[in-house]
């Protein structure tokens, strides 16, 4: 093991000089160097990003899979880099419930045959399913997941060293204060003539100072060394390093006043490559800070290619669904004849209604209906046709709808009418009856009132 001891030293060294300088930021003891506000509103606004990009990215996950404990396996696996295994969705499980629950019950009885139904439905739903949250993981997912681990790690690296660096330049600039300060301050002491008797003896604790090889100075060293003398009071007369000088009170140094002069030298020194490296770090900083721009518009785009594919999902439901309705709907009126067949809620307003052509495309209704009678007997006649003793309803229309044919009846919005159903009719089609007017009506155009 390599242990440099000096290194660890220095990096100790620099570690309590940055706390120091930090501790003392903290309570208003030291000036701290500012950024510019248009580096300041940088930082702000990168922070904002990858905060929001975190909540987003719990969310959509949460989204995609409800369950924690699958979300906390599929994490364990992109840890451990293995390939998370094919899991069963709601949809497909419920799908097998269903066809199981078909055959031991009785795949040839009404309840059976529903239940073969729903079944394959739900496994068209399951499967839809499972290709939305794969699509969504890899247009979606994955890029913001590349960012809060890739480039925003990156950015934070080095705003971390730009701190540094901000604490290392203030750190120069209290040394060099403070060098300065003690210089002026030595410059405004006046030297003292020599106070001293000519014939002086040195005391005993004088002398025990002194080592082997050191002998009392004699008159002309010291006048040579120190020409301002000595200062009152002196507790012994020996030369001493001007550290014990300054802090004994007892000389007036002109080395002193050097010495203060080369601090002050070294201090700006210092002070000149710590700006250097701070502004260096600084630009590398803001580079990185500027290209949270690019990491937007790469967001935009996965964005966009995430609401594509929720609306392909949610276009496969509402086709499945729609088939499965058919169906159901075709064999109800089988089992169940005279049942009268709608909706009482409100359904969505169509995008457009300003053609037949663009409302069926748009709205979630049923194909058009040749005729009143199933497939294979005569189509009966609208005038033919009379209300049933009981089983008629009022409706209040919520959007206007033009008539396709002479079979259907246009509507107004806000108008009402009356409504019933015959056997073997379109579950999504009613009869609709305005004063001497009859014709067939789409249910979701309708209110139901009870």
């Not at 949809?91 to 239940?115: D, F, H, I, R, V």
Request: include cysteine; charge should be negative; proline fraction near 6%.
């Amino acid at each position: 093991m390599d242990f440099n001891m000096k290194k660890l030293a220095s990096d100790a060294g620099i570690f309590f000089t940055r706390a120091v300088q930090f501790t003392e930021e903290k309570f208003g003891q030291a000036e701290k160097t500012e950024l510019d506000a248009q580096f300041e509103n940088l930082l702000a606004r990168a922070d904002s990003t990858k905060n929001w990009t975190e909540k987003i990215l719990r969310q959509t996950e949460v989204l995609l899979q409800p369950n924690p404990s699958a979300r906390v396996e599929e994490f364990l696996y992109e840890k451990l880099d293995r390939k998370v295994p094919s899991r069963v969705t709601n949809g497909e499980l419920l799908a097998q419930y269903m066809a199981e629950a078909a055959s031991e019950l009785g795949p040839t009885t009404p309840y059976g045959k529903t239940l073969i139904k729903v079944a394959e439905a739900e496994k068209r739903l399951g499967a839809a399913e499972r290709d939305f949250i794969h699509t969504a993981s890899i247009n979606f997912l994955t890029p913001l997941r590349t960012f809060l681990e890739g480039d925003w790690k990156t950015i934070s690296k080095e705003r971390r060293l730009l701190h540094n660096r901000r604490l290392d330049l203030d750190a120069c600039k209290a040394r060099l204060k403070k060098a300065k300060a003690a210089e002026a301050k030595a410059t405004t002491v006046p030297d003292f003539q020599e106070t001293r008797p000519r014939n002086y003896i040195l005391s005993a604790s004088a002398s025990a100072t002194l080592d082997d090889t050191s002998r009392p100075p004699s008159w002309a060293e010291w006048k040579e060394d120190y020409p301002g003398g000595w200062r009152r009071p002196c507790f012994f007369l020996v030369p001493l390093n001007p550290s014990v000088t300054r802090a004994r009170g007892c000389l007036s140094l002109p080395k002193d006043r050097k010495l203060w002069n080369d601090e002050a030298d070294k201090a700006e020194q210092e002070l000149r490559v710590a700006q250097t490296e701070f502004d260096r770090q600084a630009e590398v900083t803001r580079l990185l800070l500027e290209g949270i721009s690019s990491t937007h518009v790469n967001h935009l785009r996965c964005l966009h290619e995430f609401v594509e594919s929720q609306t392909t999902y949610y276009a496969q439901c509402y086709r499945h669904m729609l088939d499965l309705q058919k169906q159901l709907g075709s064999s109800q009126g089988a089992i169940f004849p005279g049942t009268f067949v709608g909706t009482t809620e409100p359904a969505s307003p169509p995008l457009s209604s300003t053609s037949p052509t663009t409302a069926a495309a748009t709205m979630p209704v049923g194909p058009s209906v040749a005729g009143l009678a199933p497939p294979g007997e005569a189509a009966l006649c609208l005038e033919e046709v009379a209300p049933p003793a009981s089983g008629t309803r009022k409706a209040r229309v919520l959007y206007d709808y033009e008539a396709a044919d002479s079979s259907e009846l246009a509507l107004l919005a806000d108008e009402l009418i009356t409504v019933y159903s015959l056997p073997g009719m379109d579950p999504d089609w009613l009869i609709g009856e305005r004063g001497n007017k009859k014709g067939k009506v789409p249910v979701t155009y309708l209110e139901l009132l009870s």
